[in-house]
């Protein structure tokens, strides 16, 4: 039961709303389309806020379901584990041959469910700095290494330590085109459309 919960974890992180949500709400494939990516961002510069609201849901509740799923198998640790096979999943679909987003819908669904408070200070982050400069990559990254000092004030488990830490490193290793562009200048803000191609 606990193994088939991780692989289920997998499967669920795999499961690619942006792909789905584009294809069969407006009739394109989001791979081709902005960045490529077939996350809320993408989506929301291609296609507009009702697209990717949807999506968001989407992704966020995948990864708290998995979580959700693996503390129900078997606690905490196993949360973990179904936690970052979902966003493995979000980050390599197995149904896009191994593409995905850039995590962090997914892994903010895995939060809410294995540490709430850690998530709603990171929530917060990505909001205030969204609110000042726009650029949904930059609050993504702040976010992440938010995470950092929150687990410690929050006094989080050295297990839950050990993967908040990879979550936000993995991060930010995912964001490593968006950080290229915001040193260059080229990134694109919130309420910047990208055309379609």
């Known amino acids: 039961m606990k193994y088939f919960a991780v692989i289920a974890g997998y499967l669920l992180g795999s499961i690619p709303f942006g792909y789905l949500v584009s294809k069969y709400w407006k009739g394109i494939n989001i791979l081709e389309h902005g960045s490529g990516n077939i996350g809320f961002t993408n989506v929301l510069r291609t ?20 979580a959700w799923v693996g503390v129900s ?9 179904c936690g970052m096979a979902a966003m493995l999943g979000h980050s390599f679909s197995v149904f896009l041959k191994f593409r995905g987003g850039k995590l962090v819908a997914t892994a903010l669904g895995a939060l809410l469910v294995l540490a709430p408070q850690v998530a709603v200070v990171a929530v917060l982050v990505w909001l205030l700095t969204l609110a000042v400069t ?13 995470v950092i000092p929150s687990m410690f004030v929050f006094r989080e488990t050295t297990e839950m330590k050990v993967f908040l830490s990879l979550a936000a490193a993995f991060l930010i290793f995912r964001h490593r085109s968006n950080i290229r562009k915001l040193l260059k200048g080229t990134e694109y803000k919130l309420g910047q459309k990208v055309e379609r191609k």
């Open 134 to 146: 726009r650029y949904v990559s930059m609050s993504s990254i702040l976010a992440a290494v938010s």
């Open 73 to 81: 198998a078997g606690g905490e640790v196993f949360g973990i584990f």
């Open 47 to 66: 296609l507009g806020w009702p697209p990717a609201t949807a999506v968001l849901i989407g992704d966020v509740g995948k990864g708290a379901l998995a």
